[in-house]
């Protein structure tokens, strides 16, 4: 899609993933009208759905104490319903800043076909990095932040309870750090193979080593915490 095929439908139609109720979802069409100064319009590409908060949001089960907090960047709609959620969208801008047009580019933005942001919302993709991989920036900023809170140091033993999206990435930053030895443990062997790929060992639950110097709980499950409890070593 050029930028002169889009200025000539602008305003253009849209549409837009909802949660409308307990469990039920609805696409709602919307006007998105031209990017004004200092605005971008991305044309998605892809769109990632976070299998731990959206859920809880589609089940309309978001605390009311987190309303606020959990409200996502661009979000319409407030909990518990209607609303529109979602926070890993990559796109192509393909208006707005002729200096920019046709950039890949990484936006919290709820799941939408197109839509206008501020120019400093859409952040470019490193080279080298797909498009569809993109969409996993917004868990690797909490892998991060994760394990820059946990001081993970040279050559500590390091175990992450938890082998889904997030405690693969932390996991996979924490293996990078010289001399770490890092176990990834989960009730799933089949998840062995997607931690040895990314540089860290496996290891279920029954098996997992003790005595560890830092230990990440990502699993979200209380069991998952009782392992990761019992795994930490003095003063860990």
């Given at each position: 899609?050029?930028h002169?095929?889009?200025?000539?439908?602008?305003?253009?139609?849209?549409?837009?993933?909802?949660s409308v109720?307990?469990g039920r979802?609805?696409l709602?069409?919307a006007?998105?009208?031209?990017?004004?100064p200092?605005?971008v319009?991305?044309?998605?590409r892809?769109?990632?759905?976070?299998?731990g908060?959206?859920?809880?949001?589609?089940s309309?089960?978001v605390?009311?104490?987190?309303?606020?907090?959990?409200?996502a960047?661009?979000?319409?709609?407030?909990?518990?319903f209607?609303v529109?959620?979602?926070?890993?969208?990559?796109?192509?801008?393909?208006a707005?800043?002729?200096?920019?047009?046709?950039?890949t580019?990484f936006?919290?933005?709820?799941h939408?076909?197109?839509?206008?942001?501020p120019a400093e919302?859409a952040?470019?993709?490193?080279?080298g990095v797909?498009?569809?991989?993109g969409?996993?920036?917004?868990?690797?900023?909490t892998a991060?932040?994760?394990?820059?809170?946990?001081?993970?140091s040279?050559?500590?033993?390091?175990?992450v309870?938890?082998g889904g999206?997030?405690?693969?990435l932390?996991a996979?930053?924490?293996?990078?750090?010289?001399?770490t030895?890092v176990?990834?443990?989960?009730?799933?062997?089949?998840?062995?193979a997607?931690a040895r790929a990314l540089?860290?060992g496996?290891a279920t639950p029954?098996?997992a080593?003790?005595?560890?110097d830092?230990?990440?709980?990502?699993?979200?499950h209380p069991?998952?915490l009782?392992?990761?409890?019992?795994?930490?070593?003095?003063?860990?």
């Amino acid at each position: 899609m050029t930028h002169r095929t889009i200025t000539k439908i602008f305003p253009c139609e849209t549409r837009a993933l909802w949660s409308v109720g307990p469990g039920r979802m609805a696409l709602r069409s919307a006007t998105v009208p031209a990017p004004g100064p200092g605005e971008v319009c991305v044309a998605a590409r892809f769109s990632g759905v976070s299998p731990g908060t959206e859920r809880l949001v589609l089940s309309g089960k978001v605390p009311e104490s987190e309303w606020s907090r959990m409200r996502a960047p661009f979000q319409e709609g407030d909990f518990p319903f209607p609303v529109k959620y979602g926070y890993a969208g990559v796109g192509e801008i393909v208006a707005g800043a002729p200096e920019r047009l046709g950039e890949t580019v990484f936006v919290l933005h709820p799941h939408q076909s197109l839509y206008c942001v501020p120019a400093e919302a859409a952040l470019p993709l490193p080279d080298g990095v797909p498009a569809a991989r993109g969409i996993l920036a917004a868990n690797m900023e909490t892998a991060l932040n994760g394990l820059w809170d946990g001081g993970a140091s040279p050559g500590d033993h390091i175990a992450v309870v938890g082998g889904g999206i997030i405690g693969l990435l932390v996991a996979h930053l924490a293996a990078r750090i010289p001399g770490t030895k890092v176990t990834v443990v989960d009730v799933d062997p089949a998840r062995e193979a997607r931690a040895r790929a990314l540089g860290a060992g496996f290891a279920t639950p029954d098996a997992a080593p003790e005595d560890q110097d830092l230990v990440f709980h990502a699993s979200g499950h209380p069991d998952g915490l009782d392992t990761a409890l019992s795994l930490a070593g003095i003063e860990a």
